[in-house]
């Protein structure tokens, strides 16, 4: 049972424009959602994350958007650049991870076009 | 203050058999959690150990287990080894609390790449 639905599964964007990654959850009980960016060969990095009591969290280029009610977040990238180009995974678990773990979505694999 | 480090970076196994792998854990955490990545998708989490205990556990069969040291490192053990048990298995490490809760981001190793002949 997939419980994080993440879409689209590649996209291509120009340098500068925006990346927009989608992630919808089922577990009304996950409280913490953090996205990951993962380069090749390289383990998972925290890129952002943000709990359910604001709909919005920035820091610098990355945005996450946060609905509650529909169960659906999303990472916006601002002014992509190349060294964005990687694979980003969305994840929800219960106050950090908890004893059940971090739920993964499939990854979204972007690359920018210089 | 050092990342989290696993050990070792790539291993090639047959059928049957049985590995070990390591982790060491960022300092001040008490919390490992270990997860597999096959090929082209998102890590799925196979257990978890707070103060060498196991603290929860994914959809894993039991020829699949672990430890946690004193120190708080870690280790994964696969017992008869499958073909599909070929993936990056990822560790984890954060700081957790009594109760399966926890107060802060997981943070991941490397990886160490598991290829079963």
């Known amino acids: 049972q997939q419980q994080v639905k993440q879409s689209p599964q590649s996209l291509i964007v120009q340098k500068g424009g925006i990346s927009i990654i989608n992630c919808a959850y089922e577990?009304?009980?996950?409280?913490?959602f953090p996205w990951y960016q993962q380069f090749p060969g390289k383990g998972p990095a925290l890129l952002i994350a943000i709990r359910p009591d604001v709909s919005e969290k920035k820091e610098g280029r990355f945005t996450i958007s946060f609905n509650k009610s529909a169960k659906q977040f999303s990472l916006h990238i601002m002014d992509s650049q190349p060294g964005d180009s990687a694979t980003y995974f969305c994840a929800a678990g219960n106050s950090g991870g908890g004893a059940d773990g971090l739920t993964f979505g499939k990854g979204t694999h972007l690359i920018i076009q210089p | 203050e050092t990342g989290v480090t696993q050990s070792p970076t790539h291993l090639i196994k047959t059928r049957g058999q049985q590995v070990t792998l390591r982790c060491s854990s960022q300092?001040?955490?008490?919390?490992v959690s270990w997860y597999q990545q096959a090929l082209g998708q998102g890590p799925q989490f196979i257990f978890q150990?707070?103060?060498?205990?196991?603290?929860g556990r994914g959809n894993f069969p039991p020829r699949f287990s672990g430890l946690q040291f004193p120190n708080y490192s870690s280790e994964l053990n696969v017992n008869a080894l499958e073909l599909d048990d070929s993936a990056l298995y990822l560790c984890?490490?954060?700081?957790?609390?009594?109760?399966?809760?926890?107060?802060?981001?997981?943070?991941f190793g490397p990886g160490t790449r598991l290829t079963v002949l």
């Open positions: 577990n009304t009980a996950f409280d913490y």
């Open positions: 150990y707070y103060r060498e205990e196991e603290n």
């Open positions: 984890a490490s954060s700081l957790g609390l009594a109760g399966g809760t926890s107060t802060d981001t997981q943070y």
């Open positions: 300092s001040g955490h008490n919390t």
